[in-house]
T-cell receptor
Framework: GIQVEQSPPDLILQEGANSTLRCNFS?????LQWFHQNPWGQLINLFY???GTKQNGRLSATTVATERYSLLYISSSQTTDSGVYFC???????FGAGTRLTVKP | DTEVTQTPKHLVMGMTNKKSLKCEQH?????MYWYKQKAKKPPELMFV???????INESVPSRFSPECPNSSLLNLHLHALQPEDSALYLC????????????FGQGTRLTVV
């Protein structure tokens, strides 16, 4: 099956810093999503981005499908950005292991 | 409306009990999913229904039995569970067809005692 790798596994930032999270996948896909899981377990949709670039406020994402990776950019981070960020790929939505982000005030 | 509703939010059950988890969506989505998530791990796919037919079963033990009575509703029937089955159970739906965005419910936190 498709393999999904995320990096880094953990990230600690000061409020206001920028960060880049990466998702590599082993096979071509026509589905890729980024989620943020809050402390209560809710998976919140950030981007549905099988290819190209999208922006939503301080967050943006880019997927280069031909090179099998996607990047999530967080600018001017806030403490509320803390949590786990997952990418999921394919119709069956296989999840990577996630990046645990902690933003300190 | 992008809401997927799961009930109950919390469930405690004994190893001899039978219980069911329910998931509902009214977005006209034709694919629905069950995931299991243990603490500090990613969600792990269990089942996928596409157009009310089971299309993926990730070799899940038979003590978990999915059911899709109609396109809006997905159930997960639980019987003779083990304490290691305690986890967050997440439901999701998507439009279907393999190229669509998925939305998750808030999950059911299950504890088996």
């Amino acid at each position: 099956g498709i393999q999904v790798e995320q990096s880094p596994p953990d990230l600690i930032l000061q409020e206001g810093a920028n960060s880049t999270l990466r998702c590599n996948f082993s096979d071509s896909v026509n589905n890729l999503q980024w989620f943020h899981q809050n402390p209560w377990g809710q998976l919140i949709n950030l981007f549905y981005i099988p290819s190209g670039t999208k922006q939503n406020g301080r967050l943006s994402a880019t997927t280069v499908a031909t090179e099998r990776y996607s990047l999530l950019y967080i600018s001017s981070s806030q403490t509320t950005d803390s949590g786990v960020y997952f990418c999921a790929v394919g119709f069956a939505m296989r999840f990577g292991a996630g990046t645990r982000l902690t933003v300190k005030p | 409306d992008t809401e997927v509703t799961q009930t109950p939010k919390h469930l405690v059950m004994g190893m001899t009990n039978k219980k069911s988890l329910k998931c509902e969506q009214h977005m006209g989505h034709r694919a629905m999913y069950w995931y299991k998530q243990k603490a500090k791990k990613p969600p792990e796919l269990m089942f996928v229904y596409s157009y009310e037919k089971l299309s993926i079963n990730e070799s899940v033990p038979s003590r978990f039995s999915p059911e899709c009575p109609n396109s809006s509703l997905l159930n997960l029937h639980l019987h003779a569970l083990q304490p290691e089955d305690s986890a967050l159970y997440l439901c999701a739906s998507s439009r279907g067809g393999g190229n669509t965005e998925a939305f998750f419910g808030q999950g059911t936190r299950l504890t088996v005692v």
